[in-house]
């Protein structure tokens, strides 16, 4: 079982009411031709049904998601997201469960002592002389493995 984490952008409210996490599964470059997802998006078809998703917006942590199911591939934006623009229109769309915190947490007091280690692909890094954070806004991270 894995707990993965991911930071949200301005399409939460999209995806909360659809209950599902969506990505671009393609990328639009500069010059409008199509290419690869990047990596952050294509991580969450490695999202396995039962798993939790840590959702943090703004430096908030909101709550967790618990998928219901693996990732479907080709699917369109849900609604509420812009039609057309920087996201290619068809993507991964990961059906959850929303637990949404009654009031969100500071991202720096539940991760303090976590994410100190310096790796490509973090979410966040924490100062270990302030336990402040800067956070990366990637789509999907898996940072946690967990056996049970």
């Given at each position: 079982?894995?707990?993965?984490?991911?930071?949200?952008?301005?399409?939460f409210?999209?995806?909360?009411?659809?209950?599902t996490?969506?990505?671009?599964?393609?990328?639009?470059?500069?010059?409008?031709?199509?290419?690869?997802?990047?990596?952050?998006?294509?991580?969450?078809?490695?999202?396995?049904?039962?798993?939790?998703?840590?959702?943090?917006?703004?430096?908030?942590?909101?709550?967790?998601?618990?998928?219901?199911a693996?990732?479907?591939?080709?699917?369109?934006?849900?609604?509420?997201?812009?039609?057309?623009?920087?996201?290619?229109?068809?993507?991964?769309?990961?059906?959850?469960?929303?637990?949404?915190?009654?009031?969100?947490?500071?991202?720096?007091?539940?991760?303090?002592?976590?994410?100190q280690?310096?790796?490509?692909?973090?979410?966040?890094?924490?100062?270990?002389?302030?336990?402040?954070?800067?956070?990366?806004?990637?789509?999907?991270?898996?940072?946690?493995?967990?056996?049970?």
């Open positions: 079982m894995a707990i993965w984490w991911v930071n949200l952008g301005l399409q409210a999209a995806q909360r009411d659809s209950s996490l969506w990505c671009p599964g393609k990328r639009i470059r500069k010059d409008g031709s199509l290419g690869k997802p990047f990596w952050h998006w294509a991580n969450i078809a490695d999202v396995k049904k039962g798993e939790f998703i840590v959702l943090c917006k703004s430096a908030q942590i909101l709550g967790l998601a618990y998928s219901t693996t990732a479907r591939p080709d699917q369109p934006k849900p609604n509420g997201f812009p039609v057309g623009g920087r996201w290619h229109d068809t993507g991964w769309r990961l059906p959850v469960e929303f637990l949404l915190f009654d009031t969100p947490k500071d991202r720096n007091e539940l991760t303090r002592g976590l994410f280690r310096r790796n490509k692909r973090r979410p966040l890094l924490n100062d270990p002389k302030t336990g402040k954070g800067r956070g990366t806004q990637i789509y999907r991270k898996r940072e946690f493995r967990c056996a049970f």
